[in-house]
């Protein structure tokens, strides 16, 4: 186990290489620069000149080379869009609060959506579960920008209970929570029903009502377990996705996030904090693929990780 | 209308000894380019360099009655998160926020009659070649870190300005213009080859041309200075972003820049300057533009500009809120439908021609711009210097039978073989959007031409327009005037401008009436020519001249909601900065809600 | 999901019965589960009622999607316009009803494209494992860690500046599917792989190998049909996902362009009109809604019914 993790972590920071030489590439073939503004043709030398300046003139392997050069050395970058600050710095800024935004949205939506699929689950077939299915389903169809709209219309400029966005207060939590968690809860709920419903008519659970168990310890022991190995390879992403942060709900909340940074940063070319940011997120992810491979091992012993083949 | 006499009645009311005296040949040589093309060519009145009544009263420190106590003399405005990066125009012009330019106030200012008044410069003029142009600063001013203000910061915010090294973004404003400017951005010489020196003593600047340059003055609006100090300490104008180490001598110091949230200013204790201003504390609000109009309904925000259909029909609507809709003259701006010249089908003139009869501008205007804009069938906008749109009205006039016609001589009847187009669009706005569809729909009515609209975001349609060959063939986009003098409007579509047509005899006359040091009237004479010339070839279908829509709280009150002799009442272009002299005429009143 | 072995048991059961008994098919025993759940039902209906929509648009639309009355602008529902009119004076319901054409075509090549990718992949990955299951698992851990947005908007603005104008032909929507399509195919991949890891430790296929049934011959006869189910079910849920993408690509600006309609860019250009024209918005957002939940229903009803132990 302890050699399948290390060997995991290699190939997570081989992938990062991978992803960080994906994006460096992709973003200098976007037509455009940081320096595209205004509105006249810049005199030849000056352009020259501020792509000097940033070292944008070198060849695109060679930037690359010494932009991994030095974040190997914990440095990366001064941002084009905030001279006076640091790439780590907006970012140690700026996740805190996509965290502190993520948190309550997993807790809710993971215990809302918990309930709701076991209601569901457990009630199949009945009025219970068409009415919690489509509610809970409603919270997919929507894109969380139209609700985040919505939202605003009723709780801020017709009711004033809140403010229109911003950062801060307390109140400013509510209403991008709430927009933020329909969409997870849903899915969530979904899956949970899914996957209760497969373990609740499996062979082994049907063996063991027939031995006469207890439905309660039927429900812990042979249902919940297997039910649980669908749901963490759909519902253990999900973390990481709202963790990173959704650039609709920061922009129209006006969060000071990452979510929202991912989108000004592309807008304007700022190069550095591009790739700060893919590397991050692609940091999150490559974890949590680690960690949900291992709880798969852990869950259901039969799945062989590491390389089994046909040859039985 | 004879404008010398009313300027000699003027300038005879000040005395010999008064520092607004200056020399009446002098001052016409010199200001009248600006002043008196055609704009505003009347009796400017008692005070007239002084902006108004209410300066005067607030000079002498008298607030106005309903004026709210200092603690609640606050004002914010929405700015675009997006870019909001350094404060300073002589450190980047193209990314600041809405509210900038308060830290240092340029050599001459704009009045909210469009005309130059002094600013640090008390006085200015210009040799008999118009190359030479000498600036006498006001003495006695400082910086907040002690230093006086002097022609030597100046001459460094300059240089640092044409240093290929900090590669400023607006290097082409000086170009051909500025002895030494062209070889210093170039690398080819040194920066203190730039005509921009001192003069006969510290508080005296000497700007030297290479051509005549009879709107050096307007120019110099333009003119914003960093510390030579700070900029020697610490290398570049970003030092002023940062509260720690800005250094001000304007009416305003930063005094905090929470990033991502917002800006603010605070009155700067040691000012030393001039202007009178009431407001103690100044708030850019960080924002994405689609947000502003919800801010500004919960008071989040004091204003608001260029709003979205929507906004402005919401806010017309109710009476109480359509007090709050100004409608001002902005920066002049034109949006047009432009072609590139050099490319297929647009390099045959008649297809152009069809396309400027096909756009039905009334419509337009009625049915989705309102008040936002105003049918434009020429270059330069009504009130501009110049401008003369009655007389070109006809050409690109709408009329839809002309246009099917002109298409067909083209070789492309009813529209047939017309191969599809999709017209680029730059960082649209909801209005914007709008009104590209409604000129896709009219051309495809009119002329049955489909025509598809892309959107880009702005560094990838600048960097697409400003490749050589340029990479757009059609586009919609805007320009508003970078200060008041057709040569600079008119500049656009020179050769090498902005776009691929090129016109040797517009380039001519352009050059012609840029350099003319004669009578002003036929200065304006010569431009107009230049404009038929742009107009009759259909280098762009002008559609419309945006007329900026404010929103503006009540409790903004003050001399710079006074009509305009155009009977305009809005916070005149640029806003709120020292280049003009709404800081000085504009205060809270008490019943202003508590907000910020 | 042990299908296979459950129609071979009836059929070996019936002739020592001697009873004629009628033998249902396991589509029929399917179909049968399937109509028996209300919500399928509903999300059948809906679907088809979608795809009814998309095919016969010219049909049923009272205009073209280009045909725009500046004179009709900002209109509310009426008699005249059941969906009101946008603010270029287009009539709702025509660009409601090609909207959907275009949802349901760019939401079903982008999928299809998808799995042209990922299920292969995937596949594969879960079948031979080793080598091709290490490369695999790493494509789908770059895939998954480019940020997907990110990604779209590269891609998509790479596509747009004409760099690949030449491979890509086929306008916008072309380069749309493509965009959703690469960023999408990543689930389908590591579903079927995950289903393959499961599937081929079950008793019955080790039942398979050990009377010397080929590799080809277990993946094609025994696993392939048991992992389709839920790939099924995957595409069908994949379709929704399809359609956001589109509606995200468009509120950044860099989707479909117009004139052609897309349910995504005509909600995402709403918002600013939601106080006044709440028409704009309401009618393509309950489009949308309605095709999630159909699609989402159906493939839960799909689901559902193939699954043989439910009684």
Known sequence: MARYIIGRLISLIFVLLVVSFIAFTLMHAVPGGPFDTGERRLPEATRQAQLHKYGLDKSIPEQYVRYIWAVLHGDFGVPFQSPNDTVLGLIARAWPVTIRIGVPTIIISFTFGTILGFIAALRQNTWVDYTVTTVATLGLTVPNFVVATWLILILSTQLGWVPTGGWGEPKNYIMPVIAYSLAPTALVARYVRVSILEALHADHVRTARAKGLSEQRVLRHHVARNAMIPATTVLLPEIPNILTGSIFIESVFRIPGIGRFFVTSTTSRDYPMILALVLLVAAVWGLTYLITDILYTILDPRIRIGGGSMRG | ??????????????????????????????????????????????????????????????????????????????????????????????????????????????????????????????????????????????????????????????????????????????????????????????IDKVG???????????????????????????????????????????????????????????????????????????????????????????ATPDTYFTMYQNNEVDYLEEPDPASLTLMMGDEATAKEVHSGVGDFPTWYIFFDVTKAPFDNKMVRQAWSHAIDRDTLKSQVLGPSGTPAYSWLAPG????????????????????????????????????????????????????????????????NIEVELEEHDSAGFTAALNAKPTQI?????????????????????????????????????LKEASEYLGAPEERIKLFQEAERILVEDVPAVFVYHGTRVQFIKPWLKGDFLTPDKNGISAMHWPAYTTMDTVPEEIYVSSDAPDRG | MATTDATTLSASVEPTLG???????????????????????????????????????????????????????????????????????HDMVSRVIYGIRTSMVVAFSAVALACLI??????????????????????????????????????????????????????????????????????????MRAQILQLREQEYVTAARSIGATEYRVAVSHLLPNAVPPLIIAITLAIPAAIFAEAGLSFLGIGINEPVPSLGKMVSDSRQYIQLYWHLGLFPSLAIALAVLGFAFLGDGLRDALDPRQI
């Not at chain 2, 008999?128 to 100046?154: H, I, M, S």
């Not at chain 2, 986009?477 to 040797?504: A, C, E, I, Q």
């Not at chain 3, 039902?41 to 009272?62: H, K, Q, Y």
């Not at chain 3, 045909?67 to 009426?78: H, T, V, W």
Request: proline share 7%; net charge neutral.
């Open chain 2, 196 to 286: 921009v020196a001192q003069g006969a003593s510290e508080y005296e600047l000497v700007i030297s041309t290479d051509v005549p340059a009879p709107y050096m003055p307007a120019m110099m609006l333009y003119s914003l200075p960093l510390s030579a100090a700070a900029l020697k300490e610490h290398g570049s104008g970003v030092y002023n972003s940062d509260p720690a180490t800005a250094v001000s001598c304007g009416p305003y110091v930063l005094s905090e820049w929470t990033p991502q949230q917002q800006i603010v200013y605070t009155k700067n204790p040691n000012y030393t300057g001039t202007m009178n201003v009431m407001v103690e504390k100044v708030i850019n609000r960080l």
């Open chain 3, 19 to 89: 009873v004629r008994r009628k033998s249902r098919t396991n589509f029929q025993l399917a179909k049968q589960r399937f109509f028996r759940q209300k919500l399928a039902v509903v999300g059948l209906v809906l679907v088809v009622l979608f795809l009814f929509c998309a095919l016969f648009a010219p049909l049923l639309a009272p205009t073209g999607y280009a045909d725009a009355n500046l004179m009709d602008a900002n209109k509310f529902p009426s008699r005249e316009f059941p969906f009101g009119t946008d603010t270029i004076g």
């Open chain 3, 118 to 191: 990922g299920v292969p992949l995937g596949l594969a990955a879960g079948l031979k494992g080793g080598l091709l299951d290490f490369i695999v698992l790493r494509l789908v851990e770059i895939m998954t860690a480019l940020p997907g947005i990110l990604f779209a908007i590269f891609l998509m603005s790479v596509i747009n500046s004409g760099a690949f104008k030449r491979i890509f032909v086929g306008g916008q929507v072309m380069n749309v599917v493509v965009v959703i399509g690469i960023t999408s195919w990543v689930p389908l991949c590591r579903l």
């Open chain 2, 384 to 447: 501009f210097p110049a401008s003369q749109r009655e007389a070109l009205q006809d050409i690109q006039k709408f009329d839809p039978a002309m246009a099917k016609d002109l298409l067909s001589q083209a070789g492309f009847p009813d529209g047939k073989d017309f191969p599809k187009q999709t017209m680029w669009l730059r960082a649209p706005s909801p209005l914007d959007k709008t009104v590209a569809g409604a000129l896709s729909a009219m051309l495809k009515e009119n002329l």
């Open chain 2, 473 to 509: 063939l059609l586009g919609w986009v805007r320009y508003g005037m970078d200060y008041l003098d057709p040569s600079n409007m008119l500049s656009v579509w020179k050769t090498g401008g902005r776009h691929s047509w090129s016109n040797p005899d517009f380039d001519a006359k």
């Open chain 2, 1 to 190: 209308m004879n404008e010398k006499n009313s300027l000699s009645e003027v300038l005879d009311q000040f005395p010999k000894d008064d520092p607004l005296s200056v020399s009446r040949r002098r001052f016409i040589a010199a200001g009248a380019a600006a002043m008196a093309t055609g704009f505003l060519a009347t009796n400017a009145g008692a005070a007239p360099l002084q902006g108004g009544r209410m300066a005067t009263a607030l000079r002498q420190g008298t607030p106005p009655a309903d004026a709210a106590p200092p603690e609640k003399q606050l004002i914010i405005f929405p700015a675009d998160v997006g870019i909001a990066k350094v404060l300073d125009f002589y450190e980047q012009v193209y990314q600041r926020p809405f509210v900038a330019d308060l830290f240092s106030e340029p050599l001459v200012r704009m009045n909210r009659e469009f005309e130059i008044i002094p600013g640090v410069a008390d006085s200015w003029e210009g040799s008999e070649d118009g190359k030479t142009w000498t600036f006498k600063l006001r003495q006695g001013l400082t910086w907040t870190d002690g230093n006086p203000l002097t022609a030597a910061d100046w001459v460094a915010t300059f240089q640092y300005a044409a240093n290929p090294e900090h590669a400023w973004d607006f290097t082409w404003f000086f170009r051909d213009v500025i002895t030494g400017w062209n070889d210093a951005v170039d690398g080819k010489a040194g």
